[in-house]
T-cell receptor
């Protein structure tokens, strides 16, 4: 049972345009969400997070939106740059400070120059 | 990778062999975790520790053993390797206070023949 789903295995976006990566979850107990970026042969690196008490969190070119009623979150990257090409993982936990992160299957983002 | 080192980077084992994957950190973070990443499945939590002497099971603990005798080290032991344990293994650390982000090591790629 995949509690965190990333239904798009891959996404291609033109450089300079907006990239939108989506994530859905089924467990209503999840209340903290994170996005990680992963390059080949490296460990995932943290990008941005959001608590369920918020519906938006912004950090530079990265914005995460949370729609609790739809159990959906999205990561917006604008403008997209070639260095953004990577695999992006959505992750969730049932409370802040909980070590048990549940990850989605990832979306491979390719930025086309 | 945020002061997290993993050794070895690559390992090939035969079925039934045992080995220990090493994870060490120099950031004095209390929380340490082991994940495995398999194609199409994202990252899954194997075991985690919230401090020296304290460990607990994650989502997929069978076939793995851990101990935490020091803050710095969190080794993962494969008692009798099986082909199903072929995967990329990531160690992650997190500070007890502050943000909820986990910081990952570079990974160990394990193949069991």
């Amino acid at each position: 049972d995949q509690q965190v789903k990333q239904n798009s295995p891959s996404l291609s976006v033109q450089e300079g345009r907006i990239s939108i990566l989506n994530c859905d979850y089924t467990n209503s107990m999840f209340d903290y969400f994170l996005w990680y970026k992963k390059y080949p042969a490296e460990g995932p690196t943290f990008l941005i997070s959001i608590s369920s008490i918020k519906d938006k969190n912004e950090d530079g070119r990265f914005t995460v939106f949370l729609n609790k009623s739809a159990k959906h979150l999205s990561l917006h990257i604008v403008p997209s740059q070639p260095g953004d090409s990577a695999v992006y993982f959505c992750a969730a936990s049932t409370n802040f400070g909980n070590e048990k992160l549940t990850f989605g299957t990832g979306t491979r983002l390719t930025i086309i120059p | 990778n945020a002061g997290v080192t993993q050794t070895p980077k690559f390992q090939v084992l035969k079925t039934g062999q045992s080995m220990t994957l090493q994870c060490a950190q120099d950031m004095n973070h209390e929380y340490m975790s082991w994940y495995r990443q398999d194609p199409g499945m994202g990252l899954r939590l194997i075991h985690y520790s919230v401090g020296a002497g304290i460990t607990d099971q994650g989502e997929v603990p069978n076939g793995y053993n851990v101990s935490r005798s020091t803050t710095e080290d969190f080794p993962l032991r494969l008692l009798s390797a099986a082909p199903s344990q072929t995967s990329v293994y990531f160690c992650a650390i997190r500070d007890r206070v502050g943000s909820n982000e986990q910081f990952f090591g570079p990974g160990t790629r394990l193949t069991v023949l």
